[in-house]
C-alpha cells in the first residue's frame, strides 16, 4: 500500500489490483474513521475523501494500522441484491462462446450464475464495473471498437461485466440487453448501479 496526499482533503491509496481495491473499500467503511467523508475505489486505486476540517495526517496514520490481507475477496455481503434482466440477444454472444469454450446456453448460465459486486465506476455516469463473476467469462475486448453500442447493452471484457448506461462508443463483449435504466437524475442517487451494490442477472421474462 502506497498514501499519497490528494489535495488538501484527501488521500490517494495505491492498492494495486481490484481485488485488494475491493477488499480495502469494505475494510475502511467498516472501521468508520473519524474524519473520512467519502470513499472512490477505482481499478487500482481508493480515494479517502476527508471533511473539511479533519485531521489528515490522523487519517492518513489509521489507514497506516488497518490490517487487510492484499489481493483478498471481499467478505460476503448481506442485504439487497440488485436483479437486472437481461435478454441474452447480444451481437457478440456467439464469439463469447468460442473465446469460452462454452456454447451459448451455458454463456448466459455462467453470467446469470453468480452475484457480482460492483467494485468501481467509470467511463460514463451510471457505469459499473462488475466483479465475481464465473472465472470463465473471462474474455478480451474487441479487437475494433464499436461507434455506436446502444444504451442498456451488457457487455463483458477482461474479468469484468457492465451495462451501458447511454449509447455511446465501446469495445466489450455485447452477450444481451436490460430495459433497466442505469442513470437516471430523479433517483437518489442517480446511478443504479452504486460501488459496494451486489447485482444478479436474471433471464428476461423467467
Not at 467503511?29 to 476527508?50: H, I, K, M, N, S
Not at 487519517?59 to 435478454?87: M, Y
Request: charged share 20%; net charge negative; with cysteine.
Amino acid at each position: 500500500m502506497n498514501v499519497l496526499a490528494y489535495g488538501d482533503r484527501a488521500l490517494l491509496v495505491e492498492l494495486g489490483d481490484t481485488a485488494t481495491v475491493v477488499a480495502w473499500t469494505d475494510a475502511v467503511g467498516q472501521a468508520r474513521l473519524p474524519g473520512v467523508e467519502d470513499l472512490v475505489p477505482a481499478a487500482e486505486t481508493l480515494l479517502v475523501v476527508c471533511s473539511e476540517h479533519a485531521d489528515v495526517a490522523a487519517v492518513r496514520q489509521r489507514l497506516g494500522g488497518l490490517h487487510v490481507e492484499k489481493g483478498s475477496a471481499a467478505p460476503e455481503q448481506e442485504g439487497e441484491v440488485l436483479r437486472i434482466p437481461v435478454s441474452y440477444d447480444g451481437p457478440d454472444l456467439a464469439d463469447v462462446a468460442r473465446l469460452t469454450g462454452l456454447d451459448e446456453d451455458e454463456v448466459v448460465e455462467a453470467h446469470t450464475g453468480s452475484t457480482w459486486r460492483v467494485a468501481f465506476g467509470g467511463f460514463a455516469p451510471g457505469f459499473g464495473y462488475l466483479v465475481g463473476g464465473d472465472p470463465r467469462l473471462e474474455v478480451p475486448r474487441r479487437d475494433e471498437s464499436r461507434t455506436r453500442v446502444p444504451a442498456g447493452a451488457v457487455g463483458l471484457a477482461g474479468t469484468f461485466s457492465g451495462v451501458y448506461p447511454r449509447e455511446s462508443p465501446g469495445g466489450w463483449q455485447l452477450i444481451g440487453t436490460t430495459a433497466a435504466p442505469m442513470w437516471d437524475v430523479s433517483r437518489d442517487p442517480p446511478a443504479l448501479l452504486v460501488p459496494g451494490a451486489r447485482v444478479r442477472f436474471t433471464v428476461a421474462g423467467r
